[in-house]
């Protein structure tokens, strides 16, 4: 099979090998997890005296699904509600309540249920089902599939108080919205009934009518979910406001069934720099335009990342899309870049003297982002389409953009493996990819010299090593000199890692190829879910 990387299709005969692993099995792979092999020879001291990747591993659940977004206010005042669910799990859910009652409800601290997600109901594995206010919900415009916008797939017309926590039961029946009936809450610090959130609860809203959004940290790919609130949820406004949980430049993101999402594991795609052989930060990969443009958010110009994607699945893509999990952006501290992701248009590049066609991308509206793009917007590549996709085998040059709006440090990361960090201390400046079963390591790092060697782990089941440079435990090893000019790049494949791991892969420097000195940390770890993506099939249409 090819690679598969964070690649989500939605055809309902997605289900592949994996997916049909019996749950029995599935609990299995689980139960023997957690010991991750240190190898021979390796110290305390050495690169690897933490072996097992940070972070908490993944634990799927059967049936799991979580509240992923929701506001309970917006421009459109009181009513302007949404609440998001996804279904966090290799599998599909077919919604069927415990108790014989109508199907799940959406209930809100005043113990009243918005909405039920009626028995029978299927949520696709990693797809997102949409309860919206309809007396209010502003954002039934917002882009979805091919064709189809973020309107709700259930709906209600109840105000849900500001900072009142919110629960999902399995069961519509009120007498049975108990925590063992409970899949998922979210509530405020100021939520008194600890039914309707998890901790402590997100810090007490300032209940402005503003374009604002509470999204599950998207950061390694999956919503966040370590049943504590304040750690997992992410506010964000499309203006940068201090409304008291937090201040950040980002948008809401509501997605309904037909949003993209699904798998197929018959379908991938992959990333490269657009010109393989240019430095990472050099033209055509990257190109910085000092020219000022204040009124679109690029005082100090604008930072243009150009990258190809390639189909190496079997079937057509029609949407393609990417997620802004983390940048720095507004507000901003010193020496850290303001990035404002904005709307691009196709431009012309040369490769290898050869002039090709880069294409934009779209920051999707509404919301109104005038201030640019955040946390949590979405950016679409809008020269893919259901009558122009992109076809099994076939490559696309796309560009995203970034305003200035002060310099420093930068970072960008999407829901596709890219990873642009100029930040971390000892950074490179990276185009990894790892995907289901290999892992190219490529970047610019400092100092300009010996040898960066690459570990792989599967972080769901953390047995042993997927790829190890160090030491030869029965895996493959892969590393690369690195040049004068402080680039590197080194690929290595491994057995394809199971739909829904978590994989990370880890890039070491060494002075030589003995590898007898290892410096662990210099380079920024890729993480990343297995087949977790943003891509449309034909199929989707509904
Ligand atoms: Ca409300
Ligand atoms: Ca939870
Ligand atoms: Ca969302």
Same mark, same amino acid.
């Given at each position: 099979?090819?690679?598969?990387?964070?690649?989500?299709?939605?055809?309902?005969?997605? +289900?592949?090998?994996?997916?049909?692993?019996?749950?029995?099995?599935?609990?299995?792979?689980?139960? &023997?997890?957690?010991v991750?092999?240190l190898?021979?020879?390796?110290? #305390?001291?050495?690169?690897?005296?933490?072996?097992?990747?940070?972070?908490?591993?993944?634990?799927?659940?059967?049936?799991? +699904?979580?509240?992923?977004?929701?506001?309970?206010?917006?421009?459109?005042?009181?009513?302007?509600?949404?609440v998001?669910i996804?279904?966090?799990?290799?599998?599909?859910?077919?919604?069927?309540?415990?108790?014989?009652?109508?199907?799940?409800?959406?209930?809100?601290?005043?113990?009243?249920?918005?909405?039920?997600?009626p028995n029978?109901?299927?949520?696709?594995?990693?797809?997102?089902?949409?309860?919206?206010?309809?007396?209010?919900?502003?954002?039934?415009?917002?882009?979805?599939?091919?064709?189809?916008?973020?309107?709700?797939?259930?709906?209600?017309?109840?105000?849900?108080?500001?900072?009142?926590?919110?629960?999902?039961?399995?069961?519509?029946?009120?007498?049975?919205?108990?925590?063992?009936?409970?899949?998922?809450?979210?509530?405020?610090?100021?939520?008194?009934?600890? +039914?309707?959130?998890?901790?402590?609860?997100?810090?007490t809203?300032?209940p402005? @009518?503003?374009?604002?959004?509470?999204?599950r940290?998207?950061?390694?790919?999956?919503?966040?979910?370590?049943?504590?609130?304040?750690?997992?949820?992410?506010?964000?406004?499309?203006?940068?406001?201090?409304?008291?949980?937090?201040?950040?430049?980002?948008?809401?993101?509501?997605?309904?069934?037909?949003?993209?999402?699904?798998?197929? +594991?018959?379908?991938?795609?992959?990333?490269?720099?657009?010109?393989?052989?240019?430095?990472?930060?050099?033209?055509?990969?990257?190109?910085?335009?000092?020219?000022?443009?204040?009124?679109?958010?690029?005082?100090f110009?604008t930072?243009?990342?150009?990258? &190809?994607?390639?189909?190496t699945?079997?079937?057509p893509?029609?949407?393609?899309?990417?997620?802004?999990?983390?940048?720095? &952006?507004?507000?901003?501290?010193?020496?850290?870049?303001?990035?404002?992701?904005?709307?691009s248009?196709?431009? @012309?590049?040369?490769?290898?003297?050869?002039?090709?066609?880069?294409?934009g991308?779209?920051?999707?509206?509404?919301?109104?982002?005038?201030?640019?793009?955040?946390?949590? @917007?979405?950016?679409?590549?809008?020269?893919?389409?259901?009558?122009?996709?992109?076809?099994p085998?076939?490559?696309?040059?796309?560009?995203?953009?970034?305003?200035?709006?002060?310099?420093?440090?930068?970072?960008?990361?999407?829901?596709?493996?890219?990873?642009?960090?100029?930040?971390?201390?000892?950074?490179q400046?990276?185009?990894?990819?790892?995907?289901?079963? @290999?892992?190219?390591?490529?970047?610019?790092?400092?100092p300009?010299?010996?040898? #960066?060697?690459?570990?792989?782990?599967?972080?769901?089941?953390?047995?042993?090593?997927?790829?190890?440079?160090?030491?030869?435990?029965?895996v493959?090893?892969?590393?690369?000199?690195?040049?004068a000019?402080?680039?590197?790049?080194?690929?290595?494949?491994?057995?394809?890692?199971?739909?829904?791991?978590?994989?990370?892969?880890?890039?070491?420097?060494?002075?030589?190829?003995?590898?007898?000195?290892?410096?662990?940390?210099?380079?920024?770890?890729v993480?990343?879910?297995?087949?977790e993506?943003?891509?449309?099939?034909?199929?989707?249409?509904?």
């Amino acid at each position: 099979m090819n690679t598969v990387k964070h690649l989500k299709l939605a055809v309902s005969s997605r +289900l592949a090998a994996y997916s049909r692993i019996p749950l029995s099995l599935w609990l299995r792979i689980l139960l &023997t997890l957690t010991v991750a092999l240190l190898p021979n020879g390796f110290s #305390a001291s050495s690169a690897f005296a933490n072996p097992v990747p940070d972070g908490p591993a993944v634990v799927i659940q059967a049936g799991s +699904l979580v509240i992923s977004e929701f506001r309970l206010r917006g421009p459109n005042g009181a009513n302007d509600e949404f609440v998001e669910i996804y279904n966090d799990n290799v599998a599909d859910h077919t919604v069927a309540s415990v108790d014989g009652s109508s199907g799940y409800a959406l209930v809100a601290s005043d113990g009243v249920a918005r909405f039920v997600i009626p028995n029978g109901t299927v949520i696709p594995a990693h797809r997102r089902y949409l309860g919206v206010n309809s007396v209010g919900y502003s954002l039934g415009a917002y882009p979805a599939g091919n064709g189809t916008t973020a309107t709700g797939d259930a709906t209600y017309t109840t105000n849900i108080a500001d900072n009142a926590g919110i629960a999902l039961f399995r069961t519509s029946n009120a007498v049975n919205f108990t925590l063992a009936n409970r899949l998922d809450a979210v509530g405020s610090a100021g939520e008194a009934n600890t +039914l309707y959130k998890e901790g402590t609860g997100y810090a007490t809203l300032t209940p402005f @009518s503003i374009d604002y959004s509470f999204y599950r940290d998207l950061i390694g790919g999956s919503p966040k979910d370590s049943d504590n609130n304040s750690a997992d949820f992410l506010f964000v406004d499309t203006n940068g406001t201090s409304a008291g949980a937090g201040q950040r430049l980002g948008a809401p993101g509501p997605e309904n069934l037909s949003s993209p999402s699904g798998e197929n +594991l018959a379908a991938s795609l992959t990333v490269a720099l657009l010109d393989p052989s240019a430095q990472v930060m050099a033209t055509p990969n990257l190109v910085r335009d000092p020219t000022s443009d204040p009124a679109n958010n690029s005082t100090f110009g604008t930072v243009s990342i150009r990258r &190809t994607f390639t189909n190496t699945g079997s079937q057509p893509i029609t949407r393609l899309r990417f997620r802004i999990t983390d940048l720095t &952006t507004f507000p901003s501290p010193g020496g850290v870049a303001d990035l404002r992701p904005r709307t691009s248009s196709a431009i @012309s590049a040369t490769v290898g003297g050869i002039p090709v066609t880069v294409y934009g991308t779209t920051l999707e509206q509404p919301p109104s982002q005038p201030n640019g793009g955040g946390f949590n @917007s979405s950016l679409s590549v809008n020269a893919v389409t259901l009558a122009a996709p992109l076809a099994p085998g076939a490559s696309i040059h796309v560009q995203f953009l970034l305003g200035l709006q002060q310099t420093g440090c930068e970072r960008l990361e999407l829901d596709e493996p890219i990873n642009y960090d100029t930040c971390t201390t000892g950074a490179q400046i990276a185009a990894s990819t790892l995907t289901c079963d @290999s892992f190219s390591a490529v970047g610019t790092g400092t100092p300009a010299s010996g040898y #960066a060697a690459m570990r792989v782990w599967n972080v769901t089941t953390s047995t042993v090593a997927l790829i190890d440079s160090y030491i030869n435990v029965g895996v493959p090893t892969a590393y690369a000199a690195i040049a004068a000019n402080g680039s590197y790049s080194t690929t290595a494949s491994f057995p394809r890692q199971a739909f829904g791991a978590v994989l990370q892969g880890r890039i070491y420097r060494a002075p030589s190829a003995a590898f007898g000195s290892w410096d662990g940390g210099s380079f920024p770890d890729v993480i990343v879910t297995c087949q977790e993506a943003k891509l449309y099939l034909p199929l989707i249409q509904r």
